[in-house]
T-cell receptor, first 116, second 113 residues
Framework: DQQVKQNSPSLSVQEGRISILNCDYTNSMFDYFLWYKKYPAEGPTFLISISSIKDKNEDGRFTVFLNKSAKHLSLHIVPSQPGDSAVYFCAASALEYGGSQGNLIFGKGTKLSVKP | DGGITQSPKYLFRKEGQNVTLSCEQNLNHDAMYWYRQDPGQGLRLIYYSQIVNDFQKGDIAEGYSVSREKKESFPLTVTSAQKNPTAFYLC????????????FGPGTRLTVT
């Protein structure tokens, strides 16, 4: 059973437009959410995070929105640039989750392609 | 420069051999993690360590072993008992467990034939 779901394996967007990547979760105990960006054959790099006490966090071109009632979060990239083309992973954490104390649960990722 | 290093980048082994993947960090982080990534899959947790001389199994620990004798180092051994060892292995660290970002190394691609 997947606790963190990224239902779109891929997304294609024109340069300059908005990219919206979605993530759903099932475990209401999750209280911290992160987005990572990953290029092929490299480790993921941290992009942005949000605590469950907030519904929005913004950092430059990246904004993450959290809808706790819907158990849904999204990452908005505005404007999208060709260098944003990568796989984006959503991850969730719960301080008291199965004794693991905050380990990250990752979605399967969404491959974003930004076309010039 | 602070960061996480994994070596080697690519590793080839024959079936039946144990192999150890290196992970070193100079970020002074307490927690370290090992993940595995397969094509079309997210990252799955193999083992984690919140403090020196202590480690816990993750979701897919069977066929793997770790040690944490030093804060900076968290080597992963892929044993011959691991049925599908060919994968991309990622090491990560964080200041502590809980609501902290994890920072990843560049990964090691292991191919077992």
């Amino acid at each position: 059973d997947q606790q963190v779901k990224q239902n779109s394996p891929s997304l294609s967007v024109q340069e300059g437009r908005i990219s919206i990547l979605n993530c759903d979760y099932t475990n209401s105990m999750f209280d911290y959410f992160l987005w990572y960006k990953k290029y092929p054959a490299e480790g993921p790099t941290f992009l942005i995070s949000i605590s469950s006490i907030k519904d929005k966090n913004e950092d430059g071109r990246f904004t993450v929105f959290l809808n706790k009632s819907a158990k849904h979060l999204s990452l908005h990239i505005v404007p999208s640039q060709p260098g944003d083309s990568a796989v984006y992973f959503c991850a969730a954490s719960a301080l008291e989750y199965g004794g693991s104390q905050g380990n990250l649960i990752f979605g399967k990722g969404t491959k974003l392609s930004v076309k010039p | 420069d602070g960061g996480i290093t994994q070596s080697p980048k690519y590793l080839f082994r024959k079936e039946g051999q144990n192999v150890t993947l290196s992970c070193e960090q100079n970020l002074n982080h307490d927690a370290m993690y090992w993940y595995r990534q397969d094509p079309g899959q997210g990252l799955r947790l193999i083992y984690y360590s919140q403090i020196v001389n202590d480690f816990q199994k993750g979701d897919i620990a069977e066929g793997y072993s770790v040690s944490r004798e030093k804060k900076e180092s968290f080597p992963l051994t892929v044993t011959s008992a691991q049925k599908n060892p060919t994968a991309f292995y990622l090491c990560a660290s964080s200041i502590g467990s809980g609501m902290y970002e994890q920072y990843f190394g560049p990964g090691t691609r292991l191919t077992v034939t």
